[in-house]
């Protein structure tokens, strides 16, 4: 079964510095990754998605994230943080052995001082 | 363009009673839909799938159940509520199992 780990529980970081959020996966066979969003007390908001090709991926909101195989990661990227990207953060990976439902990571949380 | 609604946002209910969330969604036909329970600071937990109309995929054995009475419909049940069902429950919607996921406002459930 596919698992995925987000090693960081919170972020913090100054208002226009960049920003990398961690996912790695545990799956053998090439997954179908994703990134979602969730300002609180809302439903989560897909920000981009990998299924194949283009390992570097871009995304709503100016942020992208990179597949990297040999790491099995798919970190999150944005270069200048906005006081709105405050929220918590997901990834999400899904797999032929876990019948394409995905499996969540447990989220990390993205504090921005201004 | 499809939209998914969920009810109540909010509930606070005591603890042996009764549960009933409903979520639909418009503009689309036959979506997979999706239950999910997300508790403070952990990720989300899903609890039901639904591939059609009456089929119904359980994740977690609990004293929660699920319906899907139309194609578009999704409810998720409780005969008795426990303190342990408190959190708050998402659900949403796909084109098929690999496609993105595409998530109601989700309702917060009080236990008390």
């Known amino acids: 079964a596919q698992s995925v780990t987000q090693p960081d529980i919170h972020i913090t970081v100054s208002e226009g510095a960049s920003l990398e959020l961690r996912c790695n996966y545990s799956?053998?066979?090439?997954?179908?990754l994703f990134w979602y969003v969730q300002s609180p007390g809302q439903g989560l908001q897909l920000l981009l998605k990998?299924?194949?090709?283009?390992?570097l991926v871009q995304g709503i909101k100016g942020f992208e994230a990179e597949f990297k195989r040999s790491q099995s990661s798919f970190n999150l990227r944005k270069p200048s943080v906005h006081w709105s990207d405050a929220a918590e953060y997901f990834c999400a990976v899904a797999t032929s052995g876990g019948s394409y439902i995905p499996t969540f990571g447990r989220g990390t949380s993205l504090i921005v001082h201004p | 363009s499809q939209t998914i609604h969920q009810w109540p946002a909010t509930l606070v209910q005591p603890v042996g009673s009764p549960l009933s969330l409903e979520c639909t969604v418009e503009g689309t036909s036959n979506p997979n839909l999706y239950w999910y329970r997300q508790a403070a600071g952990r990720g989300l937990q899903l609890l039901f799938y639904?591939?059609?109309?009456?089929?119904i995929s359980s994740e977690v054995p609990q004293n929660l159940s699920a319906s899907r009475p139309q194609d578009r419909q999704f409810i998720l049940s409780s005969k008795k509520l426990l303190l342990s069902d408190s959190g708050f429950y998402l659900c949403a919607w796909s084109l098929d199992k690999n496609q993105p996921q595409h998530f109601g406002d989700g309702t917060r459930l009080s236990i008390l």
């Open positions: 990998y299924f194949s090709g283009d390992t």
């Open positions: 799956y053998g066979a090439t997954p179908y």
């Open positions: 639904s591939v059609g109309i009456g089929q």
